[in-house]
């Protein structure tokens, strides 16, 4: 008897368990950027409440300095990552099978090798390329890597969607005088571009906290990930705020998206109900 209110209690339990293990952890984070640091300025698991003075720490030069290179290289690299990706599913979307599984399986292949097998070998090909005609490793290095890196991820996300388009509306636009230019900017895109701004935000996402492979191409230059995997000796003040910012706006966010899907149903519901009435009214 015990075992089976065991059982029922975990199955009723579960969902409540994992949202816990996902978000306590945001909690904590949240609640430790208004503790007060130590001598070194490091944050420390003893709870000892402040007046928020924490996050004037993220005016600092080693700060500001590693967050503007991120956005930087971010800014850079995400958008060239996300055209090469699209462009290249269209054009193997035309292509034949073949085509179409060795890229499927390069962009496989690209996505389980480790990170720092991938860093390793850009390094490797920058020092034997670039360096020698006078680069060095920095910035240039940095965004060529990461275009590199997120290219593959943003192919897997969209080449789905672009399995789905019909040829037909290809042809159908063709015969309605728009050119090939005129049709990939005013049918392909715009139905490509949910998946494009997935793969723009979660490419975004590797870019911005990526760490092993900036650390091997990146020279002196430090982004917002190198900078915080530096702390050895202790978890600076501003790490710790920075990442209890970034939680309040990813949940800001997900509740502004959740609030505009909530009120375009009642939208949709209402007028479907005034239609009905509509014909109710007729009919009677």
Sequence with gaps: MNNINWLSWLRNSYIWIVLAIIYIPLIIIILLSFTTPSIKGNITSAFDWNDGSNYLTLTTNQFTDALVNTIIVSIIAVPISTIIATMTCFGVWHAKAFYKKLMTASAQTNMMIPDVISGISLALLFAA???????????????????????????????????????????????????????????????????????????????????????????????????????????????????ALM?????????????????????????????????????V
């Design 129 to 243: 390329t670039f360096i020698p005609i006078g680069f060095s490793f920095g910035f240039s290095t940095i965004i060529l890597a990461h275009i590199s890196y997120c290219t593959p991820y943003a192919i897997m996300i969209i080449y789905p969607r672009m399995l789905k388009m019909k040829k037909n509306l290809i042809l159908a636009s063709y015969d309605l005088g728009y050119t090939k230019i005129a049709t990939f900017f005013k049918i392909i895109l715009p139905y490509l571009l949910p998946s494009i701004i997935s793969a723009t935000i979660i490419v975004f996402t590797m870019s911005f906290d990526d760490f092993i492979i900036t650390k091997l191409v990146g020279g002196k230059v430090n982004t917002i990930g190198t900078e915080m995997y530096s702390m050895a000796k202790g978890i600076k003040a501003w790490a710790v705020c920075f990442g």
């Design 247 to 283: 939680v309040l706006l990813t949940i800001l966010i997900a509740a502004l998206i959740s609030a505009n899907k909530i009120i375009k149903l009642k939208l949709i519901n209402k007028q479907t109900n005034t239609r009905k009435l509509k014909i109710w009214n007729k009919q």
